[in-house]
């Protein structure tokens, strides 16, 4: 077998799936910030603002904890530093994807595959929801989502940041839970269970798992299928139009997301990639 990549590599050799290791905050965090402002000079003195990674697609592989409960004290730089803490963790979620995916496609026939192989393909099936074989069908669920569409969708369910549920849960899709071992948050004045993880990257995978798994994403997933087979951009503002079902807006949901993208150039992002030494930094703001 020919490894795609080091990470491949590494997954391989220790039998996980890539999903379940690309947010893990280990080790002692490389800064402990107290303030929106001090995440903002720290992301400045760390790979800069958000144009110069737009204008480089090099982004530094740091990943922040949670958001700033003081986000709004900064109202001209807000947006660009909710973008900017999301953006890492869109890209590690997706590198973990492309990972799976790559290891995948690397796969002999079905009766020829040693067991740690067939362990591998069944996780997955079990993760997504999707029969072990024939393998097409997982490729289709095991694929990255456009960092386009991540940062939209987070903007638009958080409020850029403000909602109660990203600030004290890191609930930035306004994903719903029954499950009893998932922690959650109750909405006020109704009975509904938000998801709450426990950091942002950890919120951005179960997001993607979901699209790329649930029943009401199929034809997103198709659609991103379709565009692949035919050589053509996967991109953000084109699978929003598969969204209907995410919110009861509908087609005012997609139009939305939409607008996010071009109006904050989104796309930009898609091509993307982490560089340099995975670290992290925990934020503690005041009255947290």
């Known amino acids: 077998m020919v490894c795609l990549s080091t990470l491949l590599c590494l997954l391989i050799q220790f039998d996980v799936l890539a999903g379940e290791t690309v947010c893990s905050l280990e080790g002692p965090p490389a800064k402990t910030l107290d303030s929106a402002q001090g995440l903002y000079v720290f992301f400045s003195e760390h790979g800069g603002s958000l144009e110069s990674l737009r204008e480089s697609a090099r982004v530094p592989s740091i990943q922040i904890d949670r958001l700033p409960s003081d986000l709004n004290d900064l109202p001209a730089q ?15 979620v997706n590198r973990g994807l492309a990972a799976d995916r790559a290891r995948l496609l690397s796969l002999g026939p079905a009766a020829e595959r040693p067991k740690k192989d067939r362990e591998f393909v069944e996780a997955l099936s079990k993760r997504y929801g999707a029969p072990a074989e024939p393998i097409s069908g997982l490729l289709e669920r095991v694929d990255e989502v456009p960092v386009s569409l991540v940062l939209a969708q987070a903007a638009e369910e958080s409020g850029w940041g ?19 071992n998932q922690p959650f948050m109750l909405a006020r004045g109704a009975d509904v269970r938000l998801a709450k993880f426990e950091n942002i990257c950890h919120a951005a995978r ?8 649930a029943r009401a994403y199929a034809g997103l997933r198709a659609l991103r299928a379709r ?18 079902a995410y919110s009861a807006r509908g087609a005012d949901y997609v139009r939305e997301l939409r607008a996010i993208i ?16 995975p670290e992290w930094a925990r934020v503690v703001s005041a009255g947290r």
């Open 206 to 213: 179960a997001y993607m798992e979901n699209l790329n798994g």
């Open 162 to 180: 403000r909602s109660r549920f990203a600030i004290e849960g890191n609930a930035l899709f306004g994903q719903h839970t029954s499950n009893p």
């Open 78 to 92: 807000r947006v660009d530093l909710f973008l900017r803490i999301l953006l890492p963790s869109a890209l590690q």
């Open 227 to 244: 565009l692949r087979a035919d050589g053509r951009p996967v991109t953000g503002a084109e699978l929003a139009g598969e969204l209907l």
């Open 262 to 277: 071009r109006g904050h150039r989104l796309d930009d992002f898609d091509d993307a990639v982490l560089e340099g030494k």
